[in-house]
């Protein structure tokens, strides 16, 4: 069975500085990979996913994620951190082969807090 | 576009009751989806539905939930009776396609459900 590990429930930077949130999956293949935001009281929204095509991923309001398929990583990075980036963040897997059981898998998500 | 819409946003109700939640998705989505999001947990997949039909139900607790969406279009979720337990916030999300590639899931803003 797939599955995500999000290492670290709690992250803390500071504005400017760089944002790293660990993700590790579990996968006989390599899967579609996604990394979702979710704000204070707001639906999930999609970031950015990997497809099996550049394995480096560039998504939206500066995150990007590298796909590292020897360390069954995928994590998201983004260059300087601001105050609107607060939010929870979930790292997501679904298996490429299409069945009635590939639904997609959520990690347990990272809180990231900017300090000013 | 529109995206999807969920009722009531939020709902407190003594365990026991019963409770129903709406889901409107964005227009031309054939795909419906329910997620239980328990507070510090990542979403987990309740139902699937392709147009009317139901394409995964493998974690609805059925002794007590219950879904539909009887025209394809929108879907009620209901809880009955209501436990403990079930206090949470519900997604509704939908796609435009089922699986591959193209699925991208479009989350609404949840309901956030208290059971007293």
């Known amino acids: 069975a797939q599955s995500v590990t999000q290492l670290g429930s709690h992250v803390s930077v500071s504005e400017g500085a760089l944002v790293l949130l660990r993700c590790n999956y579990s996968?006989?293949?390599?899967?579609?990979l996604f990394w979702y935001v979710q704000y204070p009281n707001q639906g999930l929204q999609l970031l950015l996913k990997?497809?099996?095509?550049?394995?480096l991923v560039k998504g939206i309001n500066g995150f990007e994620a590298e796909f590292k398929k020897s360390e069954t990583s995928f994590h998201l990075t983004k260059p300087s951190a601001h105050m609107r980036d607060a939010a929870e963040y979930f790292c997501?897997?679904?298996?490429?082969?299409?069945?009635?059981?590939?639904?997609?898998?959520f990690g347990s998500g990272t809180r990231l807090s900017i300090r000013p | 576009e529109a995206g999807v819409a969920q009722s009531p946003r939020y709902k407190i109700i003594e365990k026991r009751q019963s409770v129903a939640f709406w889901c409107n998705p964005i227009?031309?989505?054939?795909?419906l989806y329910w997620y239980q999001q328990i507070l510090g947990q990542g979403p987990k997949l309740l139902i699937q539905?392709?147009?009317?039909?139901?394409?995964?139900d493998s974690q609805l607790p059925k002794d007590r939930f219950s879904a539909e969406r009887l025209k394809g279009v929108d879907s009620t979720l209901k809880i009955q009776p209501a436990k403990l337990e079930d206090s949470a916030v519900y997604l509704c999300?939908?796609?435009?396609?089922?699986?591959?590639?193209?699925?991208?899931?479009?989350f609404g803003p949840g309901t956030r459900l208290l059971v007293l």
């Open positions: 999300a939908s796609s435009l396609v089922r699986g591959g590639i193209g699925e991208t899931q479009y």
């Open positions: 996968s006989s293949v390599p899967p579609y």
């Open positions: 990997y497809t099996s095509a550049a394995t």
């Open positions: 997501a897997v679904r298996p490429t082969s299409y069945s009635s059981a590939s639904k997609i898998i």
């Open positions: 227009s031309g989505h054939a795909t």
């Open positions: 539905f392709q147009n009317n039909g139901v394409v995964d």
